[in-house]
């Protein structure tokens, strides 16, 4: 064994966050998802308007418009009041969404035209969200506890240094095998995701760009392009108005706030 | 002096409130039978226009909430099946641990599909359709204590809405026409003050409702009156609306795909007291065959302690009869979801009658044509109906509905 040898990892060591010392991938990998949760924590609540452009393979567009309000819970997942705008048809329809960090999520889905709150299952997560390439889980399903990661590389790409994880859902319900994520060195922001499918397959790819600053540390995705490598089909997320701390309290997230949504 | 402050920041960080914001809907609707009417009055097929429009404004930080919302219905043949009702006229106002709703509102209760027994705030406006989810828009102060035992709603509800009914020309309907001039049992008839009020909470998978209700039924008995008696046959019957009181129970719990539900009611004031309920399950195989198509498997039980058999003699006497449907029925259907761009679903449904042995069709289907249209369709028919049915009347209207909304 030459010197070479020895150096290289010693170098790469010399890399790694402060503590990272003999950590397995499995252990870094979790350490950076932790570390990417911590530094989007404490962000109190904020409301968002969402639009998306869903795009079949022959190039026909549909649009969808949300508008979306976001609390965060002391050690538990969000709670997420979304209200559609378009298509007409389900103008007024609202989801009420309590996130945990274990275990399934609670869901209501307000039905204006009966006036009718129904709990329905969260069982649906590998399902498209509003017809949209996008599923249930990639939209809701961000807390750490619900995968276990592996670290895989370091990579640099348009002169940014990544970090290259896997992450692998623990709900059998999941629509995926694995993610794997890239994630900034600088704010270790999500760039890109690909989801690998039940038979392992590269099903999709998700590139985040056009990031804006809130606040002191908080960053939010203006644009998430997600691209179905299977079915040529595409939908493109744009987000705007972040407004934070808005005041929103447990009282805006209840069933007769979702009855009031309009 | 921190209260003071949190309410100076509540009121200072307004979020997106909508002002004065008209959406809606307008619909045609085109009604066709298989079968040749058993009524003279009746026709082969129907067309009818309506009309949805909903006007809201929100103000003092989406706290205050108006809402204005019209609906107009116009058919060809029907004259009594052509209306105006005044959905909603309301001002709801949320305070941080209370909510009050004034003026005409539509409140749902219930977590069953195929019968909605506990919903009894809102009249049926059971002219739009048969299946009882059209409501006429009923008058209410409505105060709701939200608290962390859950929600109390205490309702005062003045001024009662009768029951829409076909005319003559109306199909489908009994064969023999309902009155349009009800009777009550209180002096007070349709100003009639009635009470309600309803516990509910969700408490990690279960969401249980509990209500009770006093005044005017929403459901009316019949009366043959004893001008509309002729030897043995009747030539009208007339709504009889009393005075119930009503506790009524509604419950579901959720866990992965299942969902379990049960709704249980006992009433008194109609006659003897009677108990009725509705459970079952429903549950959702998600992503069949790694499709995006979900396929749901809806099992229900109906029951309801009165029967639906009628005593000749009671009507001949001009004594009130129940007409009830569900006395002791099983509901099995399919709910399917493509999950597509044009939310294209799916529910089809059967209700067997495990007394009488006939059975009931019903199959509803929907998709959207491009990003404001909606294209509907509606087939229900009966099989089987043993001639001496209640419904036996209704046993030739196999019936499509196919209908086309605009929505703005």
């Known amino acids: 064994m030459t010197i070479r040898h020895y150096l290289l990892p010693l170098l790469l060591l010399c890399l790694l966050p402060p503590g990272a010392g003999a950590q397995t991938p499995e252990d870094k990998g979790l350490a950076i998802a932790t570390e990417a949760d911590r530094r989007d924590s404490g962000f109190g609540d904020y409301t968002n308007d969402i639009k998306m452009i869903l795009r079949n393979r022959q190039g026909q567009e549909s649009t969808r418009e949300i508008r979306s309000e976001t609390l965060e819970v002391a050690d538990d ?37 009966l006036k009718r709150v129904k709990r329905i299952a969260s069982d649906n997560k590998s399902g498209p969200f509003m017809g949209s390439e996008f599923a249930y889980e990639d939209i809701t399903s961000r807390e750490v506890d619900k995968y276990t990661y592996r670290y895989l590389r370091d990579e640099r790409i348009d002169g940014m240094d990544m970090f290259v994880l896997e992450r692998y859902p623990k709900d059998e319900k999941s629509g995926y095998t694995r993610q794997v994520i890239w994630l900034d060195k600088a704010h270790y922001k999500e760039r890109r995701i690909d989801y690998y499918d ?19 540390n908080f960053w939010r995705a203006h644009d998430m392009f997600m691209e179905n490598h299977q079915t040529g089909k ?29 | 002096m921190h209260g003071r402050l949190c309410i100076m920041t509540c009121l200072f960080v307004a979020t997106a409130a909508r002002a004065g914001e008209w959406r809606g809907y307008a619909a045609g609707e085109l ?11 009746q026709h082969d097929g129907y067309a009818a226009l309506a009309f949805e429009p909903e006007y809201f404004h929100e103000w003092n930080n989406r706290h205050d909430l108006f809402t204005f919302k019209p609906y107009l219905l116009a058919d060809t043949h029907d004259s009594r ?27 749902f209760w219930g977590v069953t599909e195929a019968a909605h027994l506990v919903d009894v705030i809102n009249q049926t406006d059971r002219v739009v359709d048969e299946d009882g989810e059209d409501k006429l828009g009923q008058p209410m102060a409505k105060l709701s204590l939200i608290r962390d035992w859950g929600v109390l709603d205490l309702f005062v509800l003045p001024g009662f809405r009768e029951r829409t009914f076909p005319g003559r020309a109306g199909r489908p309907r009994f064969g023999i026409p309902v009155s349009d001039d009800a009777r009550y049992e209180s002096g007070a008839r349709d100003h009639h003050i009635d009470f309600a009020a309803r516990w509910s909470n969700s408490i990690g998978a279960f969401d249980i409702g509990i209500a009770h209700f006093t005044g005017t039924s929403r459901e009316p008995r019949f009366i043959a009156l004893p001008g509309a008696i002729g030897g043995t046959t009747v030539s009208e019957i007339t709504p009889y ?16 795909g299942w969902l379990w539900k049960l709704e249980a009611v006992t009433r008194s004031g109609q006659g003897e007291r009677f108990d009725s309920m509705a459970g079952g399950y429903e549950y959702t195989f998600v992503g069949v065959n790694d499709s995006a198509v979900d396929v749901g498997m809806i099992t229900e039980y109906l029951y309801d302690s009165r029967g639906d058999d009628i005593d000749p003699a009671t009507v001949l006497a001009s004594r009130p009869f129940a007409l009830s449907p569900f006395q002791n029925d099983l509901v099995l259907g399919t709910r399917i979801t493509l999950n597509d761009v044009a939310s294209s679903e799916l529910l089809f449904s059967v209700i067997f009658d495990l007394e009488g042995g006939g059975q009931s069709f019903n199959l509803e289907a929907s998709r959207r044509l491009g990003n404001a249209w909606k294209l509907s369709l509606e087939a229900r028919g009966l099989a089987n109906i043993p001639s001496d049915d209640v419904f036996a009347s209704l046993a030739d209207d196999t019936r499509l509905r196919i209908e086309l909304a605009r929505y703005f």
């Open chain 1, 198 to 216: 039940r038979k392992d397959s590269l099903l999709k790819t998700l590139v985040f760009t056009d990031y804006h600053q809130y606040g002191d």
């Open chain 1, 234 to 262: 595409s939908t493109r997320l744009l987000q705007k108005n972040f407004r934070f701390n808005v005041g929103l309290t447990d009282r805006d997230f209840d069933k007769n706030s979702l009855k009031r949504a309009r």
């Open chain 1, 77 to 113: 997942g969000d709670k997420i009041l979304t209200i559609f705008d378009e298509p007409a048809d389900v103008r007024g329809t609202a989801l009420l969404s309590f996130t945990h960090k274990q275990g399934p999520d609670d869901q209501w889905l307000y039905l204006p035209a």
């Open chain 2, 81 to 107: 099946r052509t209306h105006v009702d005044l959905r909603e006229l309301s001002w709801i106002h949320a305070a941080r641990d209370w909510e009050t709703n004034v003026g005409i509102s539509k409140v």
């Open chain 2, 31 to 41: 009604l066709g039978f298989l079968e040749d009417p058993m009524q003279p009055a």
């Open chain 2, 241 to 256: 609306y009393e005075i119930i009181n009503q506790t009524s129970l509604d419950l579901q719990a959720t866990s992965g």
